[in-house]
């Protein structure tokens, strides 16, 4: 109850910040930078409410879904050094996670590393993880997404805060079935606490493609993947949004 009540201020704190910011009648206030900024504070569940209400303009102002949008890729990262502490658990590392990074409490400096490289910076951050560009021992190229630590603990205990909000809000002020909206969206994000679902998913909307001839869907590594950290093949492309009009299409 203690945890649930400091979380419930945290969520009310955040909302009046944003609040101020919408309520300010001069321009000088970038309102998507506020509210995207707050998301962030408060963790891996708002930001993937954050993520989700990018895609709505309906909902939202465009200037605001496009600031928004940065949460998708550019969310603030978690300290390296415990994503190497929790690769090198994972896979139960003997030696360095990959030459020319700290070795994590437990391995020992002289033994095999994980990886060939590994880099010293992730490349992306978003809600639930970051992703590191690396190479395994055999050569291939790969991406290595690491859970944030805490996460599940986190977005249960964010879920439980807004389960009571919205059962007091519900009936006296929204007719919409909310929790069930909720429910249905919380158990996506704890499917997706777990990596080994997302690399079955990805092998089958792969197979789900294959008849189309042209599309490259990245292969899991199931050697390499566990509930906290997956590996999949790297591919070297460009984003969506940077392809001109014709080639998007």
Known sequence: PTLMVSRALDFLKAFRKVQAAW???TSSVDRGAVLREELAKLGPLAVKVGQTLSQRPDILPEDV??????????????PNEEAYAMIAEEFGALGPVAPGLPVTSGCDASGPPLFKYLSADCIASASLGQVYRGEMLDGREIAVKV???GALRQC????SVIILALKAI????WNGDLLAIFDVTAAGIVQELDFRNEARN??????SLGFLGYVDVPHSLPE????RVMAMEWVHGRHLSALPPGEAR
């Open 202 to 207: 990805a092998e089958a909307f792969r197979r």
């Open 170 to 173: 519900q009936g006296r002020y």
């Open 224 to 227: 390499m993947t566990t509930r």
């Open 147 to 149: 859970q944030r630590p």
């Open 23 to 25: 309520n300010m009648e």
């Open 65 to 78: 879904c496009q600031a928004l949008k940065s949460l998708q890729t550019s969310n603030t990262p978690f």
């Open 156 to 159: 249960l205990l964010d879920g």
